[in-house]
Protein backbone atom coordinates (compact mmCIF):
# COMPACT_ATOMS: atom_id res chain seq x y z
CA UNK A 1 0.00 0.00 0.00
CA UNK A 2 2.89 2.32 0.83
CA UNK A 3 4.15 2.50 -2.60
CA UNK A 4 0.70 2.92 -4.28
CA UNK A 5 -0.18 6.06 -1.84
CA UNK A 6 3.47 7.66 -2.34
CA UNK A 7 3.20 7.65 -6.63
CA UNK A 8 -0.48 8.12 -5.81
CA UNK A 9 0.18 11.46 -4.05
CA UNK A 10 2.34 12.58 -6.48
CA UNK A 11 0.16 11.70 -9.07
CA UNK A 12 -2.90 13.80 -7.34
CA UNK A 13 -0.24 16.66 -6.82
CA UNK A 14 1.10 16.78 -10.49
CA UNK A 15 -2.81 16.28 -11.43
CA UNK A 16 -3.36 20.14 -9.78
CA UNK A 17 -0.57 21.13 -11.79
CA UNK A 18 -1.70 19.93 -15.17
CA UNK A 19 -5.09 20.64 -14.85
CA UNK A 20 -3.41 24.59 -15.00
CA UNK A 21 -2.39 23.64 -18.17
CA UNK A 22 -5.50 22.23 -20.00
CA UNK A 23 -3.61 18.66 -19.96
CA UNK A 24 -5.70 16.61 -17.85
CA UNK A 25 -8.97 17.79 -19.17
CA UNK A 26 -7.79 16.15 -22.80
CA UNK A 27 -7.54 12.95 -20.81
CA UNK A 28 -10.75 12.94 -18.87
CA UNK A 29 -12.75 13.96 -21.87
CA UNK A 30 -11.26 10.97 -23.45
CA UNK A 31 -12.35 8.52 -20.36
CA UNK A 32 -15.48 9.81 -20.73
CA UNK A 33 -15.92 9.69 -24.27
CA UNK A 34 -14.67 6.07 -24.34
CA UNK A 35 -17.10 5.03 -21.47
CA UNK A 36 -20.36 6.88 -23.27
CA UNK A 37 -19.98 5.39 -26.33
CA UNK A 38 -19.07 1.70 -24.77
CA UNK A 39 -21.75 1.45 -21.88
CA UNK A 40 -24.42 4.43 -23.23
CA UNK A 41 -25.08 8.04 -21.79
CA UNK A 42 -26.95 7.26 -18.64
CA UNK A 43 -24.91 8.12 -15.63
CA UNK A 44 -27.36 5.92 -13.64
CA UNK A 45 -26.67 3.07 -15.30
CA UNK A 46 -23.06 3.19 -16.88
CA UNK A 47 -20.70 3.14 -13.71
CA UNK A 48 -17.56 3.71 -15.94
CA UNK A 49 -19.36 7.02 -16.73
CA UNK A 50 -20.35 7.88 -13.88
CA UNK A 51 -16.42 7.05 -12.36
CA UNK A 52 -15.35 9.30 -15.38
CA UNK A 53 -17.29 11.95 -14.60
CA UNK A 54 -16.94 12.25 -11.04
CA UNK A 55 -13.04 12.11 -11.48
CA UNK A 56 -13.54 15.08 -13.65
CA UNK A 57 -15.74 17.11 -11.56
CA UNK A 58 -13.24 16.65 -8.97
CA UNK A 59 -10.36 18.22 -11.26
CA UNK A 60 -12.49 21.16 -12.01
CA UNK A 61 -13.66 20.21 -15.48
CA UNK A 62 -16.15 22.62 -16.74
CA UNK A 63 -19.51 20.89 -17.70
CA UNK A 64 -19.81 22.07 -20.61
CA UNK A 65 -16.23 20.08 -21.89
CA UNK A 66 -17.74 17.18 -20.08
CA UNK A 67 -21.02 17.11 -22.00
CA UNK A 68 -19.48 17.31 -25.29
CA UNK A 69 -17.59 14.01 -24.16
CA UNK A 70 -20.69 12.66 -23.11
CA UNK A 71 -22.25 13.60 -26.85
CA UNK A 72 -19.07 12.34 -28.42
CA UNK A 73 -19.33 9.38 -27.06
CA UNK A 74 -22.94 8.59 -27.74
CA UNK A 75 -22.54 9.71 -31.67
CA UNK A 76 -23.84 13.05 -31.15
CA UNK A 77 -20.45 14.76 -31.99
CA UNK A 78 -17.74 14.18 -34.52
CA UNK A 79 -14.75 13.05 -32.96
CA UNK A 80 -11.43 10.15 -32.80
CA UNK A 81 -12.10 7.11 -32.50
CA UNK A 82 -10.69 6.01 -29.15
CA UNK A 83 -10.22 2.44 -28.01
CA UNK A 84 -8.79 0.69 -24.28
CA UNK A 85 -5.08 -0.61 -24.55
CA UNK A 86 -2.45 -2.05 -21.50
CA UNK A 87 0.49 -2.51 -21.48
CA UNK A 88 3.04 -4.06 -19.17
CA UNK A 89 6.58 -3.80 -18.29
CA UNK A 90 9.72 -3.58 -16.00
CA UNK A 91 11.62 -0.73 -14.15
CA UNK A 92 14.91 -1.37 -13.08
CA UNK A 93 15.00 -3.39 -10.11
CA UNK A 94 12.40 -5.15 -11.39
CA UNK A 95 9.80 -2.99 -10.37
CA UNK A 96 6.51 -3.95 -12.20
CA UNK A 97 4.50 -1.21 -14.43
CA UNK A 98 1.45 -1.48 -15.49
CA UNK A 99 -0.33 0.92 -17.98
CA UNK A 100 -4.32 1.65 -19.24
CA UNK A 101 -4.36 3.69 -22.54
CA UNK A 102 -6.69 5.12 -24.25
CA UNK A 103 -5.53 5.06 -28.61
CA UNK A 104 -6.67 5.99 -32.02
CA UNK A 105 -3.35 4.20 -33.41
CA UNK A 106 -2.17 1.27 -31.08
CA UNK A 107 0.87 1.26 -33.34
CA UNK A 108 2.04 4.45 -32.87
CA UNK A 109 1.17 4.26 -29.30
CA UNK A 110 3.23 0.80 -28.14
CA UNK A 111 5.88 2.39 -30.31
CA UNK A 112 6.25 5.08 -27.83
CA UNK A 113 5.72 3.61 -24.57
CA UNK A 114 8.72 1.27 -25.76
CA UNK A 115 10.87 3.80 -26.49
CA UNK A 116 10.06 5.54 -22.87
CA UNK A 117 10.46 2.38 -20.80
CA UNK A 118 14.25 2.20 -23.01
CA UNK A 119 15.16 5.74 -22.01
CA UNK A 120 15.04 5.12 -18.08
CA UNK A 121 16.44 1.70 -17.79
CA UNK A 122 13.04 -0.07 -18.19
CA UNK A 123 11.22 -2.58 -20.77
CA UNK A 124 8.36 -3.35 -22.39
CA UNK A 125 6.81 -6.89 -21.62
CA UNK A 126 4.54 -9.21 -23.18
CA UNK A 127 0.80 -8.84 -22.40
CA UNK A 128 0.64 -10.66 -18.87
CA UNK A 129 3.32 -10.15 -17.65
CA UNK A 130 2.70 -8.02 -14.67
CA UNK A 131 -0.72 -7.71 -14.29
CA UNK A 132 -1.59 -10.71 -12.13
CA UNK A 133 0.66 -8.96 -9.57
CA UNK A 134 -1.97 -6.26 -9.74
CA UNK A 135 -6.00 -6.22 -8.02
CA UNK A 136 -8.69 -3.48 -8.85
CA UNK A 137 -9.73 -2.27 -5.91
CA UNK A 138 -11.47 1.60 -4.85
CA UNK A 139 -8.92 3.67 -3.00
CA UNK A 140 -9.92 6.97 -1.08
CA UNK A 141 -7.99 8.80 1.17
CA UNK A 142 -8.70 11.32 3.74
CA UNK A 143 -6.49 13.96 5.35
CA UNK A 144 -5.54 13.85 8.85
CA UNK A 145 -5.55 17.49 9.71
CA UNK A 146 -9.07 17.94 8.28
CA UNK A 147 -10.62 14.97 10.17
CA UNK A 148 -12.83 16.24 13.21
CA UNK A 149 -12.76 12.32 14.67
CA UNK A 150 -10.08 9.76 15.55
CA UNK A 151 -8.23 6.95 13.40
CA UNK A 152 -10.55 4.28 15.53
CA UNK A 153 -13.59 6.19 14.56
CA UNK A 154 -12.49 6.31 11.26
CA UNK A 155 -11.84 3.04 11.12
CA UNK A 156 -15.62 1.74 12.55
CA UNK A 157 -17.41 4.10 9.70
CA UNK A 158 -15.48 2.78 6.98
CA UNK A 159 -15.70 -1.10 7.84
CA UNK A 160 -19.48 0.00 8.82
CA UNK A 161 -19.75 1.08 5.13
CA UNK A 162 -18.39 -2.21 3.65
CA UNK A 163 -14.32 -0.90 3.69
CA UNK A 164 -11.80 -3.67 3.18
CA UNK A 165 -8.84 -1.88 4.88
CA UNK A 166 -7.60 1.62 5.99
CA UNK A 167 -4.24 2.49 6.87
CA UNK A 168 -2.43 5.79 8.39
CA UNK A 169 0.38 6.56 5.88
CA UNK A 170 3.64 8.51 6.54
CA UNK A 171 2.71 11.67 5.36
CA UNK A 172 -0.48 12.31 7.33
CA UNK A 173 -2.78 10.22 4.68
CA UNK A 174 -5.44 7.59 5.49
CA UNK A 175 -6.02 5.39 2.82
CA UNK A 176 -9.01 3.22 2.59
CA UNK A 177 -8.95 0.27 0.39
CA UNK A 178 -12.67 -1.36 -0.92
CA UNK A 179 -14.06 -3.66 -3.18
CA UNK A 180 -15.16 -2.26 -6.79
CA UNK A 181 -18.70 -2.94 -5.69
CA UNK A 182 -18.78 -1.64 -2.72
CA UNK A 183 -16.58 1.69 -3.76
CA UNK A 184 -19.66 4.17 -4.14
CA UNK A 185 -21.22 2.86 -1.34
CA UNK A 186 -18.02 3.61 1.10
CA UNK A 187 -17.53 6.53 -0.10
CA UNK A 188 -21.04 8.46 -0.70
CA UNK A 189 -21.78 7.26 3.49
CA UNK A 190 -17.88 8.99 4.17
CA UNK A 191 -19.46 11.74 2.92
CA UNK A 192 -22.96 11.50 4.90
CA UNK A 193 -20.93 11.18 7.68
CA UNK A 194 -19.15 14.22 7.18
CA UNK A 195 -15.65 12.86 6.11
CA UNK A 196 -13.96 15.20 4.06
CA UNK A 197 -12.20 12.99 1.32
CA UNK A 198 -8.94 14.25 0.04
CA UNK A 199 -9.39 11.77 -3.62
CA UNK A 200 -11.08 8.93 -4.77
CA UNK A 201 -10.32 6.50 -7.77
CA UNK A 202 -10.92 2.97 -8.60
CA UNK A 203 -7.39 1.97 -9.29
CA UNK A 204 -4.93 -1.35 -9.68
CA UNK A 205 -3.09 -2.00 -6.34
CA UNK A 206 -0.38 -4.27 -6.08
CA UNK A 207 -0.43 -7.40 -4.07
CA UNK A 208 3.22 -6.54 -2.94
CA UNK A 209 5.94 -3.91 -3.27
CA UNK A 210 9.87 -3.92 -4.12
CA UNK A 211 11.32 -1.41 -1.93
CA UNK A 212 14.11 0.88 -3.39
CA UNK A 213 16.65 2.53 -1.61
CA UNK A 214 19.47 3.30 -3.99
CA UNK A 215 18.99 6.73 -5.60
CA UNK A 216 19.82 6.23 -9.07
CA UNK A 217 17.05 3.28 -9.27
CA UNK A 218 14.87 5.42 -7.19
CA UNK A 219 15.43 8.55 -9.54
CA UNK A 220 15.08 6.48 -13.06
CA UNK A 221 11.94 4.95 -11.42
CA UNK A 222 10.02 8.10 -10.74
CA UNK A 223 10.98 9.61 -13.67
CA UNK A 224 9.85 6.71 -16.14
CA UNK A 225 6.60 7.08 -13.98
CA UNK A 226 6.25 10.27 -14.65
CA UNK A 227 6.98 10.43 -18.71
CA UNK A 228 4.61 7.48 -19.23
CA UNK A 229 2.07 9.82 -17.19
CA UNK A 230 2.58 12.80 -19.88
CA UNK A 231 2.18 10.56 -22.39
CA UNK A 232 -1.05 11.49 -24.38
CA UNK A 233 -2.50 8.54 -24.43
CA UNK A 234 -1.84 7.12 -21.03
CA UNK A 235 -4.67 7.00 -18.55
CA UNK A 236 -3.32 5.61 -15.70
CA UNK A 237 0.51 4.40 -14.80
CA UNK A 238 0.33 1.72 -11.72
CA UNK A 239 3.93 0.01 -10.30
CA UNK A 240 4.83 -1.91 -7.30
CA UNK A 241 7.45 -0.01 -5.60
CA UNK A 242 8.41 1.56 -2.33
CA UNK A 243 10.59 3.80 -2.17
CA UNK A 244 11.85 5.12 2.14
CA UNK A 245 10.10 8.57 2.50
CA UNK A 246 13.61 9.93 3.42
CA UNK A 247 14.83 9.06 -0.39
CA UNK A 248 11.77 10.44 -1.72
CA UNK A 249 12.72 13.82 -0.48
CA UNK A 250 15.77 13.80 -1.25
CA UNK A 251 14.73 13.16 -4.93
Known amino acids: MAGHSKWANTKHRKARA ?54 RGAGNLEGSNYEHASYEGYAVGGVAILLEAMTDNRNR ?26 NRKGYLTVNQNELEMDEDDLLMVALE ?19 LENFEAVKNHLQEQGIPIASSEVTMLP ?16 KLMEALDDHDDVQNVYANFDIPDELLLKL
Open 109 to 134: TVAEIRHIFSRFGGSLGESGCVSWMF
Open 18 to 71: DAKKGKIFTKLAREITVAAREGGDDLDTNFALRLAVQKAKENNMPNDNIQRAIQ
Open 161 to 179: AGAEDIDLEDDGTFSITTS
Open 207 to 222: NNTIEVTDPEAADRIL
